[in-house]
Nanobody, 127 residues
Framework: QVQPVESGGGLVQAGGSLRLSCAAS????????MGWFRQAPGKEREFVAA????????YYTDSVKGRFTISRVNAKNTVYLQMNSLKPEDTAVYYC????????????????????WGQGTQVTVSS
């Protein structure tokens, strides 16, 4: 089973950048679509971005398109989320997640599509 662990969160001023990392254990990391989600206080967990098992496909929620980039290095069992032009509304706990099924790609994603979650990393953007 692939188990993700996030890192790289922190405090940044609006307009700044952060890169989140997700290191995943397990021999089959390269077979799974990976996703990033976030949850702000008092709000539901929301989808941010996903990348297919080969890295050939990516998908973003509209609010982060053009600012965030998801990528992966399968040789390192790691997926990244590069976040640029950060806004205060990006403040949330960010979670990395592993899709429930190997070699599966959808046109849209929700939390129930993912079966293994990290503990989350806090991102705070000050105005």
């Amino acid at each position: 089973q692939v188990q993700p662990v996030e890192s790289g969160g922190g405090l940044v001023q609006a307009g700044g950048s952060l890169r989140l990392s997700c290191a995943a254990s397990g021999r089959t990391f390269s077979s799974y679509t990976m996703g990033w989600f976030r949850q702000a206080p008092g709000k539901e967990r929301e989808f941010v971005a996903a990348i297919s098992w080969s890295g050939g496909n990516t998908y973003y929620t509209d609010s982060v398109k053009g600012r965030f980039t998801i990528s992966r290095v399968n040789a390192k069992n790691t997926v990244y989320l590069q976040m640029n032009s950060l806004k205060p509304e990006d403040t949330a706990v960010y979670y990395c997640a592993v899709h429930k099924y190997a070699r599966t790609w959808y046109s849209a994603f929700g939390p129930t599509d993912f079966g293994s979650w990290g503990q989350g990393t806090q991102v705070t953007v000050s105005s």
